[in-house]
């Protein structure tokens, strides 16, 4: 149990296009997600917090009108990187946790996002 | 600020025991988590200590001390695929919301 998986797994676009990634918890109902941006051989950094029917929380130094993310359920999340340029280039992976006593997050695949 | 400090890279042999500490500084802390990640994969869960003392789960054990702010995961009879990077984080309230370290890279030699 407690899967998640993202959508798509890689994608290449140009620079000036838009690109939403979607995170979806397939066999529970997850009351947060978690977005975050990794470059190669570094760290999870953790880019927003999303509550289903509310506004994400985003951390410092995040553009909130760049990365927009929506939480329409608590099965769904999105995130849209807008006018994408090249330094957006980076693997995002998105997390979520579920109702109850659990002391993990569940981890998606991940997207791998170039921008040409 | 926030600031997990961990080695960035360990090497050991197959069958032997590493430990991979951790420091941390938060405004926040609920408990500790330790995560592994293959090249290209996505993190997955390996403990969590919320309370001091010593947590065993297969060959891999994790050990909490609040009063130090320090941690580390102790893996133990090394295999190949235990070749991974390893990240502590910080879980830093009650929404699971977690910050994570720099990463060890663990490169397991035959």
């Known amino acids: 149990g407690a899967v998640v998986s993202q959508h798509p797994s890689r994608v290449i676009c140009k620079s000036g296009t838009s690109v939403k990634i979607e995170c979806r918890s397939l066999d529970f109902q997850a009351t947060t997600m978690f977005w975050y941006r990794q470059f190669p051989k570094q760290s999870l950094m953790l880019m927003a917090t999303?509550?289903?029917?509310?506004?994400?929380?985003?951390e410092q130094g995040v553009e909130k009108d760049k990365f927009l993310i929506n939480h329409a359920s608590l099965t769904l999340s999105t995130l849209t990187v807008t006018s994408a340029h090249p330094e957006d280039s980076s693997f995002y992976i998105c997390?979520?946790?579920?109702?109850?006593?659990?002391?993990?997050?569940?981890f998606g695949p991940g997207t791998r996002l170039t921008v040409l | 600020g926030q600031s997990l400090e961990q080695p960035s890279e360990v090497t050991a042999v197959e069958g032997a025991i590493v430990q991979i500490n951790c420091t941390y500084q938060?405004?926040?802390?609920?408990?500790l988590s330790w995560y592994q990640q293959h090249d290209g994969g996505a993190p997955t869960f390996l403990s969590y200590n919320a309370l001091d003392g010593l947590e065993e789960t297969g060959r891999f054990s994790s050990f909490l001390s609040r009063s130090d702010s320090y941690g580390y995961l102790l893996l133990q009879e090394l295999q190949m695929k235990d070749s991974a990077s390893y990240f502590c984080a910080v879980r830093m309230d009650s929404s699971y919301k977690l910050i994570f370290g720099s990463g060890t890279r663990l490169l397991v030699r035959p």
């Open positions: 938060t405004s926040g802390f609920y408990g």
């Open positions: 999303s509550n289903e029917g509310s506004k994400a929380t985003y």
């Open positions: 997390s979520a946790s579920a109702r109850g006593d659990y002391n993990e997050q569940f």
